[in-house]
């Protein structure tokens, strides 16, 4: 069975540059989690979708971030622009159930520059 | 004070040890735990979940208390495969989850 599925997996980019990354979740998963991973802040939480509604974006850190899910079977984490401290290793989640047993994809390791 | 906080290690224990890690949370109103573990540059996978009167699986031992507010992860007879960081994790309700920092396992030959 597919996982969950990332693109890209990498991403080198300039400082400025608008950034879209995408996610599949597993068909049939209800919820979809945008996450992203740093050394110093490690796991945050930045947007949850259920049904293909936002239901919390708290931790999307500013304007210059914005997610979409305009299907159940894919979504996109925009940056405009994008900006060094925006490194990071971007995870995507899926759930059948909520909030419980998610599961990752692989993440996109995001390099700006 | 940080939502969830875990020791980052790392644990350096030998093969067949028994080692155990513990998390805090600061929020009593916490409704559900578990143990994600991440492999390095990999991504998180559920581990367990964690019930109030504690729960095994195989090798794993995972314990809550809820009026001390942690919760504890228990791995007898460590397997070198069992090399990865732990990560703590917690659901308020408030927040979707909130994920601990991670303790770093290096079981060694």
């Known amino acids: 069975d597919a996982g969950v599925i990332q693109s890209p997996r990498h991403e080198v980019t300039e400082m400025g540059q608008e950034v879209t990354l995408r996610c599949k979740p597993i068909?049939?998963?209800?919820?979809l989690f945008w996450y992203r991973q740093t050394m110093m802040r490690g796991l945050e939480l930045l947007i949850y979708?259920?049904?293909?509604?936002?239901?919390?974006d708290s931790g999307m850190p500013e304007d210059r971030f914005s997610a979409k899910m305009p299907n159940a079977s894919f979504s996109t984490l925009k940056i405009q622009p994008s900006e060094p401290r925006d490194s990071a290793v971007y995870f995507c989640?899926?759930?059948?159930?909520?909030?419980?047993?998610?599961?990752f994809g692989p993440g996109t390791r995001l390099t700006v520059t | 004070r940080k939502e969830v906080e875990q020791d980052p290690g790392p644990f350096n224990v030998p093969e067949g040890a028994t080692v155990a890690f513990n998390c805090t949370y600061s929020?009593?109103?916490?409704?559900?735990f578990f143990w994600y573990r991440q492999d390095c540059r990999k991504e998180p996978k559920l581990l367990m979940s964690?019930?109030?009167s504690g729960n095994e699986d195989g090798r794993f031992t995972a314990q809550l208390n809820r009026a001390s507010q942690y919760i504890s992860l228990l791995i007898r007879d460590s397997k070198l495969s069992d090399s990865a960081t732990y990560l703590c994790?917690?659901?308020?309700?408030?927040?979707?989850?909130?994920f601990g920092s991670g303790t770093r396992l290096q079981v060694q030959p």
């Open positions: 964690v019930y109030s």
């Open positions: 989640a899926s759930s059948l159930y909520g909030v419980y047993e998610q599961y």
């Open positions: 994790v917690v659901h308020t309700g408030r927040r979707a989850l909130t």
């Open positions: 068909s049939g998963h209800n919820s």
């Open positions: 929020n009593s109103a916490s409704q559900s």
């Open positions: 979708f259920n049904n293909n509604v936002p239901i919390d």
